[in-house]
C-alpha cells in the first residue's frame, strides 16, 4: 500500500480530546501534495498517527454550516 503524504496548513479548531490524548480536530490539510482541503479527525498528540475522519471542500464545508445552522 502506498504511504499517504499529508501537511497540516492550518489547524482550525480542537473540537474534543480523549482521554489518552487524541485530539479530534478540524483543519485545513494537504494530501498527497494537492489542494488543501478541511478535515475532520482525530490526531495522537504529534500528528504522526490518525483516525478515520471525513474531508471536506470549502463548498461543502459552507453547505454543512448552512445544514446546522438552524440547530
Same mark, same amino acid.
Given at each position: %500500500? #502506498?504511504? =499517504?503524504?499529508? +501537511? =497540516?496548513?492550518?489547524?482550525? #479548531?480542537?473540537?474534543?480530546? !480523549? #482521554? $489518552?490524548? *487524541?485530539? $479530534?480536530?478540524?483543519?485545513?490539510? !494537504?494530501?498527497?501534495?494537492? /489542494?488543501? @482541503?478541511?478535515? =475532520?479527525?482525530? *490526531? !495522537? +498528540?504529534?500528528? /504522526? @498517527? %490518525?483516525?478515520?475522519?471525513?474531508? &471536506?471542500? $470549502?463548498?461543502?464545508?459552507? @453547505? &454543512?454550516?448552512? #445544514? =446546522? @445552522?438552524?440547530?
Amino acid at each position: %500500500m #502506498a504511504e =499517504i503524504q499529508y +501537511e =497540516i496548513v492550518q489547524t482550525i #479548531a480542537v473540537l474534543s480530546e !480523549s #482521554a $489518552k490524548g *487524541w485530539k $479530534k480536530e478540524l483543519n485545513l490539510v !494537504s494530501w498527497n501534495g494537492r /489542494e488543501p @482541503k478541511y478535515d =475532520i479527525r482525530d *490526531w !495522537s +498528540e504529534n500528528h /504522526e @498517527k %490518525m483516525g478515520k475522519g471525513v474531508t &471536506l471542500s $470549502k463548498d461543502e464545508l459552507e @453547505k &454543512l454550516k448552512d #445544514a =446546522i @445552522k438552524p440547530l
